[in-house]
């Protein structure tokens, strides 16, 4: 066991690799916090965060402050050595930071100082980039600012959706925590400054972000758009003021006569959509007020007098 007392910072599953690859090293994890629990569904059913069950699996006492600069000596009184975080959700109090005797870092999926905050993975499949990085940067007041330590590329495949980018993000964090965090604390990573003029902020995304909009946004922009947000929080369009998320897609592209966001059909498998530089090929959706289903089965039926309609 390392002689280092840790306090864990992270919230979604995305954050359970940290956790795993500290314990798989053996470093003394005193504490976990993770942001409040959650009411899900129509029933409002109290749903425990993805870390809180993976800590409390492990016997690993767990905090949930609601504003973590409301209550911080619940964290100092913990006495940590070392607070590492990894998609907590929150700003660390500048008193909790200066706090550890090794300071605080954060794990942050890419390529610093570009996309600094809450959805970095999403905004850069938005975008359209080819690479990301993850980054074992500093702590700082200012979110996302502190120096990088360590950086691991991460090529984006031209299909993958947000959800997979975070799952084929997961070993390189257990990498950064295997192979760079002891350097770290033996003083061996001095860290590069970030360039603030070179700053891209990347915030949470917003419930009106989650629209694809056909009538302004080209083929390739409409694909990465929805696919940057697959599966969380799902992309979806507005046919006849109704919404349907796009659950699973792919693009053709050539000329489409149509106008963009009409409802060419089905084809196969996928329920065919016109835009602007070819075609969206939507195979799973989820009507409004519906469960998830492949497009053919809701073509053929509550889908199946749509042709020619358009999406907005």
Known sequence: ????????????????????????????????????????????????????????????????????????????????????????GQLIPEVILKAPKYGCVNIHPSPLPKYRGGAPVQRAIMNGDPSTEVCLMEMAKKMDSGRVYARIPHAIGPDVTGTQLFEELKPDVRRLIHEYLPMYLEGKLPGEAQDDALAVLAPNIERDEEQLHFQSESL?????????????????????????????????????????????????????????????????????????????????????????????
């Open 220 to 312: 390739t922009v409409l694909y990465n758009h929805a696919r940057g947000l697959i599966e969380d929080p799902m992309p979806y369009g507005l046919l006849e003021g109704k919404r349907i998320k796009f659950c699973r897609i792919a693009k053709k592209e050539g000329i489409c006569e149509k106008e963009p966001g009409t409802v060419l059909g089905l084809s196969g498998r996928a329920l065919e959509i016109a835009a602007d530089g070819g075609v969206l090929q939507v195979y799973e959706l989820q009507p409004e007020g519906k469960q998830r289903m492949a497009a053919s089965a809701w073509f053929n039926g509550a889908g199946r007098n749509t042709v020619g309609r358009q999406f907005e």
């Open 1 to 88: 066991m390392i002689d280092c007392r840790v306090v864990f910072f992270g919230t979604p599953a995305f954050s359970i690799a940290a956790l795993e690859a500290l314990l798989a090293d053996h470093w003394q994890v005193i504490a976990a916090v993770s942001q409040p629990d959650k009411e899900v569904g129509r029933k409002r059913v109290l749903q425990k965060t993805k870390l809180k069950e993976y800590a409390e699996a492990h016997d690993i006492p767990v905090l949930q402050p609601v504003r973590l600069k409301d209550s911080p000596s619940d964290i100092l009184n913990l006495h940590p050595d070392l607070i590492v975080t990894c998609a907590y």
